[in-house]
């Protein structure tokens, strides 16, 4: 039986197969091969719409941790069943898309590798319905965008580029984890069903908001949203396939759908509808401004992607409001604006999709993306430019193509939300379909860039490197299909918002009682009303600002980039590595002594302070056993050759006495009865001895050692520090009763253990499983080697360094 956590699992298997497969496919693309598995999913799940569409859910759970409340857990239900549609369907054309786009000569199985690990871990993130899972998938994705935006790896700006996008993303995964901890803290539940159940009861928790606002974090990063967009930009590095999947339809996703998923936990609170329709207000005016000037067509939709997902954010924000009023006929008007969050979610990755499909096409076939080069190519890539058309116009919002229905609704909602009176939105409401109209406008105008920039005006053959002809039917597939489904979805919304819309409104509004009630008709006429005339007013300044381009573009150079976010970003980078460098010389002197020191140090601040914090310091001798004279002897001996050996003048006098010191404690065994151990300790140091002196046989003369008085003295405290503190805490352990007994364990060895000598068990245990991480570092570390021997510069990489 399909579940979700097989849908997971497959694209794992598989990748880890793609490098055997790809040896033995010598004159087939790997990639029709990998193309069955988003396929495959993508059937399989489309099979489950009708039952997810009538009020189904389906869980499967697979036990890992069940001590600690860790499972793998997996929940289909309506918005999970949305971002995985998405996640398999636009895989599979994306992995058509790139059978075409990449050549024979690129490394195919370390794509496809990454870009199923990718998929795996996004299908984990959407599926998951325990926190600490979720986050495991969360910073897999991370991990493997990483890999695929650094593909090519030989060019400086696609390292940079991959590193911005690791530390900005994971930074906010981090803090997403410590939100999830503090949510676990509050309800005692990893389970997000759990938790949405019972939040209403911790609402008034002194961590909820500490909560929403880490978690955010986490969402915020990962949706490049401001001011953390500034890692989607830099991204674009990564081959177009990769871009068209990431920055349009997956990765840039997992951050709204962590959003819509949290709703029903954080949605009534003014908090969560402040930050969410700020960030996502200002993110959608930000990107699109930005938009405008960029040159570079994967950069101009790199923006346009920034300001697409601040409208999708700021209209999650804008509908969590309905969850303040509860279900009533006056608030479900506020729930349509998730509705239309969801609706341009899908929109957004068709036309989007397509779009950095063109780009790849013009890209791949013309050798430049830079649209000061570009133009007159509708005459001789007439598909690639109907493609472009089409995508463009449904960005913009304009009618016959799907963007234009979630643009009316968008405009819709920002307008309805001033009629809320609460969180201030009678004086501030107003501020929502304001910047929405001016987003718009330039929304409009970078579209009239890229179709008439790009496609009309006059051919510049002369600065092309290589001659302008259409892209091959494989590389045009994948985006007529995308443009099918913009063209057909205007056509036909409802059928969209009945089966896939309305099932994940009821996930994200659970509480609400008909899903059917909070799914509007979807209609391109509504008459001449406040969104149409908005609509209106962005075509006709838009229009007049495209024409006008030169007059005001000089206002971008108002902003310094001296004081950009990316420069911002560059010098906090900056200062930390020199800040990092100056601190690591200062300690890393190369003397083994120093580090020594080090370690003793720390080993006398933190066991002593600790002990002297906890006030654990205490000695009580009336129930120790009695001490003999021949202890006392021992004891005299072991100190008497300690303390001559720090005076001895040649090594061999050195080893003798420290096995003076091992063989008294060997007999020290014997005397408490621990044979085993003595056995053990006799037969170690008279292998250590021996080594010891065949080794010094081969060494230089034992010189005297000159130090400083500073360094004797601190050498003597150092010394005398630890040796105390190892006295005290063997004498405070006697009576230390901080701790609950552990007597039980000794009473159960055998059962707990399985076997009846209770540190002959925990010394093979233990024994075990530091020999375990100890293969798996020899592992890692053998890896490691490997690779940099298989991936040494080969001639000519040096010049393609600096690219």
């Known amino acids: 039986m399909f579940t979700a956590n097989l849908a997971i699992i497959i694209p794992f298997i598989i990748a880890a197969l793609v490098p055997f497969l790809y040896r033995r496919l010598k004159f087939v693309h790997i990639g029709w091969f990998v193309m069955l598995v988003p396929v495959t999913l993508f059937i399989l799940l489309a099979r489950l719409i009708p039952s997810i569409a009538s009020g189904k859910t389906y869980v499967h759970t697979y036990n890992w941790i069940p001590s600690l409340g860790i499972n793998f857990t997996t929940n289909l239900d309506g918005l999970s069943m949305i971002f995985a549609l998405l996640i398999t369907g636009v895989g599979s054309l994306v992995i058509l898309y790139s059978i075409f786009y990449l050549s024979f000569k690129e490394s195919l199985q370390h794509f496809y590798c990454y870009l199923l ?41 696609s390292r940079q580029g991959a590193q911005k996008a690791m530390l900005i993303t994971v930074s906010g995964g981090v803090a997403m984890l410590v939100g999830f901890l503090m949510v676990h803290t509050m309800t005692g539940s990893f389970s997000i069903r759990e938790i949405i159940a019972n939040i209403s009861s911790f609402t008034d928790h002194a961590l909820f908001v500490p909560a929403m606002v880490l978690i955010l974090l986490g969402a915020f990063t990962k949706s490049a949203q401001f001011p953390f967009h500034i890692w989607l930009p830099d991204a674009m590095e990564a081959p177009t396939p990769v871009s068209a999947y990431l920055h349009s339809a997956t990765m840039v996703k997992a951050g709204i759908y962590l959003v819509a998923r949290f709703t029903p936990v954080f949605g009534g609170d003014q908090v969560w509808f402040w930050a969410v329709s700020g960030v996502g207000i200002i993110t ?149 379909p304001v910047i929405a109209w001016i987003a718009s406008i330039f929304t409009f105008v970078y579209c009239m860039i890229f179709i008439i920039k790009t496609f009309l005006g006059n051919a510049q ?131 083994l002594r120093h580090y020594l020191a080090y370690i003793f140090m720390f080993f006398i601040v933190t066991v002593g302070g600790f002990l002297f914090y906890s006030g654990a310091f205490s000695f009580d001798a009336s129930t120790n056993a009695e001490i003999r004279a021949y202890e006392v002897i021992l004891v005299c001996v072991m100190a008497i050759a300690a303390i001559t050996m720090l005076f001895a003048k040649t090594r061999v006098t050195a080893t003798l006495l420290n096995g003076v010191l091992g063989y008294s404690i060997s007999i020290f065994f014997v005397i408490f009865r621990a044979p085993d151990l003595a056995l053990t300790q006799l037969v170690v140091e008279t292998v250590t001895t021996v080594l010891f002196l065949l080794c010094f046989y081969h060494l230089p003369e034992w010189k005297k050692e000159t130090s400083s008085s500073k360094t004797k003295f601190s050498n003597a405290v150092i010394s005398i520090g630890v040796g105390a503190i190892v006295m005290l805490v063997a004498f405070s352990v006697l009576n230390y009763d901080k701790f609950d007994t552990i007597a039980s364990y000794f009473e159960n060895a055998y059962e707990l253990a399985g076997g009846a000598n209770i540190v002959n068990a925990i010394l093979g245990d233990f024994r075990a499983f530091d020999t375990m991480l100890e293969v798996v570092v020899l592992f890692i570390a053998g890896l490691g080697v490997y690779t940099m021997i298989k991936l040494r510069p080969k001639k000519g990489d040096a010049d393609i360094e600096d690219q």
């Open 461 to 591: 053959p002369e600065k092309l490197d290589k001659p302008i002809h259409e892209a091959p039917i494989g590389m045009l597939i994948p985006p007529f299909i995308l443009g099918a489904f913009i063209i057909g979805i205007f056509f036909f919304p409802n059928a969209l918002g009945e089966y896939i819309l309305q099932p994940a409104m009821a996930s994200i509004y659970p509480t609400f009682e008909a899903a059917g009630s909070l799914t509007p008709t979807i209609s391109a006429w509504h008459g001449f009303n406040t969104e149409l005339w908005m609509t209106i007013g962005v075509f006709v300044i838009g229009s007049i600002l495209y024409n006008r381009l030169k007059n005001w573009k000089p206002v971008y150079k108002l902003l310094p980039q001296k004081f950009s976010f990316n420069t911002l970003y560059m010098n906090t980078l900056a200062f930390f590595e020199k800040g990092s460098t100056t601190v690591t010389k200062s300690y890393m002197t190369g003397f």
């Open 117 to 157: 690990l990718f998929m795996g871990a996004m299908l984990g993130v959407v599926f998951s319905d325990n926190l600490m899972v979720l986050y495991v998938f969360w910073e897999l994705t991370s991990v493997s965008s990483f890999l695929l935006i650094a593909f090519w790896h030989h060019r400086k700006a």
């Open 284 to 432: 959608l005016f930000w990107g699109s401004f930005n938009a405008v000037r960029q040159t570079d067509l994967k950069a101009l939709l790199a923006y346009s992607t920034v300001s697409q997902l601040g409208l999708i954010m700021s209209l999650f924000g804008l509908g969590s409001i309905a969850l303040h009023f509860g279900y009533s006929a006056d608030s479900v008007i506020y729930t349509q604006a998730i509705f239309a969050a969801l609706f341009h979610l899908i929109n957004h990755s068709t036309f989007k999709g397509a779009l950095f499909m063109v780009v790849g096409i013009v890209d791949h076939e013309l050798g430049t993306r830079d649209v000061r080069r570009l133009g007159g190519l509708m005459a001789l890539m007439p598909f690639t430019f109907t493609i472009a058309v089409i995508g463009s116009l449904s960005m913009a919002g304009v009618p016959l193509f799907n963007g234009f229905l979630s643009k009316e609704m968008f405009f819709a909602a920002t307008v309805n939300i001033g009629n809320a009176d609460v969180f201030s939105l009678q004086t501030f409401g107003i501020i929502f």
